[in-house]
C-alpha cells in the first residue's frame, strides 16, 4: 500500500456516540448544562443530540452500558471528546454557565490555536470545550509545523468577553 495517501482536506469528524450509564443523568449534562438539544430519542436507552439542527452532534446510550461504572482514567478508550464553538465569548458563557452549576473543571489552557477548558462528564469521559484562534493569527516553526503549547488560561480574562 502507498504511504502517499493523505485524507482530503474537507474530511471532518461527525459525531461522537457514547456509552453511558444513565441516560437521563448525561441528558442533564449534554442538554440541560451544555445546552447541546435533542433530536430523537430511542425511549430510555438512547439519544442524540445536536447544536443547530444537525442530524447529531452526539450520541448517548445505555445499550451496553446501563448502570456501570464510570470510566477509568488508567486505561485504554476515550482521552476526552472536543467540542468547538464558534468565538471567545461562547466559550466564556459556557464557562460561566459550569461555574454557576458548580460543575468541577479538570483544567484550562491556552494552546496559542485555541483557549480550552477541560471537563469530565458524568460518566467520567473527558470533554473538552474550546474555541479557536483566527487561523490567519497562529504561528509556525521553521519546519512548518503549527507552534503549540499548554499555558495557563486566563479564566478572568475569559469571563471578561460577558461584559
Known sequence: MANNYQTPTAT?????HLK????ERSLKFYRDLLGFQVT?????????LSAG???HHIGLNTWQSAGMPPASKRGVG???????LPTRRDLAVIL???LDAEYPLTGAADHLVSEAIYLDDPDGNGVELYWDRPRETWAFLP???IKMAT????????????T
Open 12 to 16: 471532518r469528524i461527525g459525531h461522537v
Open 20 to 23: 453511558v450509564a444513565d441516560l
Open 40 to 48: 430523537s430519542r430511542f425511549g430510555p436507552q438512547a439519544a442524540f
Open 53 to 55: 439542527g444537525y442530524h
Open 78 to 84: 476515550l482521552f476526552h471528546t472536543a467540542i468547538v
Open 96 to 98: 460561566r454557565r459550569l
Open 143 to 145: 519546519d512548518g509545523s
Open 151 to 162: 499555558l495557563q488560561l486566563d479564566l478572568e480574562d475569559l469571563l471578561g468577553e460577558l
